[in-house]
C-alpha cells in the first residue's frame, strides 16, 4: 500500500519517485509537486486494479481514462473520483464510506 508514502514524516519526497507503479499518480509518474492527492489516486488503484505489467500500467495512468467494471464494495463513483485529475481528499471519500 501506498498510502502516506508520498509524504514521510516531513520529508520532501516530492522529486522523488516513490511508490508502486501500480498505484502511482499521474503527478508522481510525471516527477511533479505531492500532497495527499496521490494517496487517493493509490486507494481508487487500490479498489481498481489487480495487476498489469509496469509499462501499460504507467502509460495508462497517464494517458488514458479509467476504464473499469462495477467493483465490489466501494461506489463506482467513489472510485473514479479517486482516479481523475480532480479528484477529493481523503476526508470526503471516508465520510462517504462510513456512513451506516
Known sequence: MDFGIARLGGV???SASVGSPASMSPEQ???GSVGSAPDVFSWGCVVAFAAGSIPAILFHIVHEPP???PPPGPPL???LAA???DRPT???LLDHLSVP
Open 83 to 85: 482516479l481523475s485529475a
Open 29 to 31: 509518474v510525471r516527477g
Open 77 to 79: 463513483d467513489l472510485v
Open 90 to 92: 481523503a476526508q470526503p
Open 12 to 14: 520532501d519526497l516530492s
Open 67 to 69: 476504464r473499469l467494471p
